[in-house]
């Protein structure tokens, strides 16, 4: 971006330099002027971000429910006590979350990275092919939700239709308790793996070719040269989409609600902390409670971020 | 730099006007008006122009999807808004919240005040469903009694008579599943939440209900267990190969119009997604029959699924309840009624033209079913959606062929906690 300077007029009479009120705003915009430019950054990060969560947090000190406006008690750490306690719906969403995440991650990496190595080198039709790979990226989630629901149907979908064709039985896919998590993580694998080819992608191609050609020089094979030279210098473009990637996966929503709706499910089978939360508010109407969940799952966010942006600083 | 500095003015001028536009103290023209998708929904909206012209009022519409609506209302009813005027609300699911907190205006003089539009003549069972500490907070939109849906040439095939008892059905149901392999004996909403409200007729016909007389849980007495493992088994032993546990009433319909089951439970309202030749494979062989008795005989809910209720906030109250009025008409109510829809008027079911357009055999189901028929169809609690969570747990466990009776019994264990809570 390029800053124009502001052109060069004489300045009005009243406001020449040796003008004294005009001179004291000016010395002070000078001094302050750090704080002017990000005043309006700081308003919006304060309106939209500090004021929710501290509101949040006083919610989830209080007995609130029913109606936010309705008298509610303050009630201290008794919900945080609740919360940590229940091993019936809290503990069980924290480990789908991260269950959701890890796994979704891993495969997202890895099929990235093969995905990435593969367009990495131009070859013919190479346009089409990224094209056609991107596109799972541009559909909304909850569209890409309720198309995989369908095609997922236990009685008229398309999956089962297909398995009946190779003669495999028809399977639960969404709809059976143990099947219906590694479903959904699938869908994710498939409609995020594009992201993390792009980014590993842009990595790739703005590495210099002279570390690559030595090693081969060298004597490296592919795997080496992979190894030691692309993944290390790569590294830095590596943690950006883990990072990217982790905390979309972390904060998954439309995709869970759309496919199992309200509670992940009859046995709640894909509720994680966000699904868990929102059913507390929007069902529930239990908003201490909810603003409790949703506390805890901010701090463990940031612990998670906080891991790996010092994993990133070690790089 | 002038053209910056006008587009900004008005940009803000705009906002602050757009800001400004709802609110004011003074009764507005432009009336706000929001609703769920439902075919009640879809008449009613051909028709608004005719409301427009008569009234000289424009109606601003607002149309979500159930779940949309509901988290909709959370959020703007919480912070205060006066920018609904008329809300389609459920009264059995968020009446008695809405009411406690203050969101729904006192209609009871405005009901009474009109006695061509004619207050008595609504049902009672919908009345006292929308009515709260004695005060009117809502007008009964559309009515719903649970039938029996059933394929005429399937029980033809197999040479069976319409099942009259929950036990015929059963057998009935196996039967059928069993000369046919594709086809499914029985089929009902399965998702946990869903499936309570058809689960109550069942509730009630073996004798059992949610909550005692003395207000305890009473989802663990024998009737109830009854209740429950006769529900889970017909789907676990006869319905559908590989079904889910999400299903409300369009997966559960959609089975049923494809051919894939020859009984299927479901409120009467919902019968021309059966009968319309355009959405069901099925259009020519569907045939109505009251739910079938159990050993309490046949019970089935007879409750209004919706209604309408003016903002508690709202600056434009003489005006919502025009639009209620005139959409709850006895006109109104007759031609909705008559495009397929229910309605809660004794007099338009009284009246031949109110019923010429239905199946005979579902106008008899649903004359049986006013008559036994139960209120509600839910726990009738506050938090309606954390109390059919808790009692539609047994229903997911009966379904996958797990211990119902322990199932019942833990359900039962909090469902008594929950109570005790809300009466704090």
Known sequence: ?315 | MRVAGLAVTALLGGTLAACGGGGGDEASDTLRVTLANHVWTEKIIEAIPEFEEETGLTVDLTQLGEDQLSAQYNVQLNAGTDEIDVMMYRPLQEGKLFAQNGYLADLTERVESNSEWEWSDFQSGPVDSTTFEDKVVGIPTITEREVLYYRTDLLEAAGLEVPETLEELEAAAQQISEENPDVAGFVARTGKSPAVTQFSSFLYSFGGDFIDEEGNSAVASPEAKEAYAYYGRMINEYGPENVSTDMSWPEAMAIFTQGGAAFYTEADSLYQNATDPANSQVADNVGFAPLPAGPAGSKPYNVPSWGLGINEASNNQDNAWKFIEWATSKEMVLEIQQAGVPGPRTSVWADPEGTATYPEDLVAAIESSAENGVGYDRPLVINVAEAREIVGDPLVIGITGGDVDAAADAASESFQSFLDDERE
């Open chain 1, 1 to 315: 971006m390029t800053v124009a300077s502001p052109p060069r007029t004489n300045p009005p009479k009243d406001r020449r330099p040796g003008n004294t009120r005009y001179k004291t705003y000016s010395d002070w915009a000078n001094n302050h002027r750090k704080w002017l430019f990000a005043a309006p950054a700081m308003i919006f990060v304060g309106i939209l971000i500090i004021f929710p969560l501290g509101w949040t947090m006083y919610l989830s000190l209080t007995d609130s429910s029913g109606s936010v406006r309705a008298e509610s008690d303050f009630i201290g750490f008794a919900n945080y006590a609740e919360v940590l306690a229940d091993t019936d719906r809290f503990w069980p969403a924290v480990g789908r979350t991260f269950a959701f995440t890890s796994v979704a991650l891993a495969v997202q990496m890895i099929l990235g990275m093969c995905i990435a190595l593969l367009l990495w080198r131009p070859f013919k039709g190479e346009k089409w092919v990224r094209v056609a790979i991107l596109l799972p990226l541009v559909a909304t989630p909850v569209a890409v939700g309720m198309m995989w629901r369908l095609i997922f149907d236990p009685n008229i979908g398309f999956a089962n239709q297909v398995l009946a064709f190779v003669g495999i039985p028809a399977q639960p896919w969404l709809s059976g308790q143990s099947t219906a998590l590694p479903t959904v993580i699938f869908i994710d694998i498939w409609q995020w793996t594009p992201m993390v080819v792009i980014i590993l992608l842009a990595g790739l191609t703005s590495l210099s070719e002279e570390p690559d050609e030595a090693a081969r020089i060298d004597g490296a094979n592919a795997w080496q040269r992979f190894r030691y030279v692309t993944v290390p210098l790569l590294m830095p473009t590596i943690i950006v989409a883990v990072l990217l990637r982790s905390i979309d996966a972390l904060k998954t929503f439309d995709l869970l609600y759309a496919t199992k709706g309200r509670g992940g499910g009859s046995f709640n089978e894909v509720e994680t902390l966000n699904i868990y939360a929102y059913g507390l508010s929007f069902d529930y109407n239990d908003y201490g409670l909810s603003s409790t969940v949703l506390i805890i799952f901010f701090l463990i966010i940031i612990a998670a971020m906080w891991v790996l942006t010092r994993r990133r600083k070690d790089v």
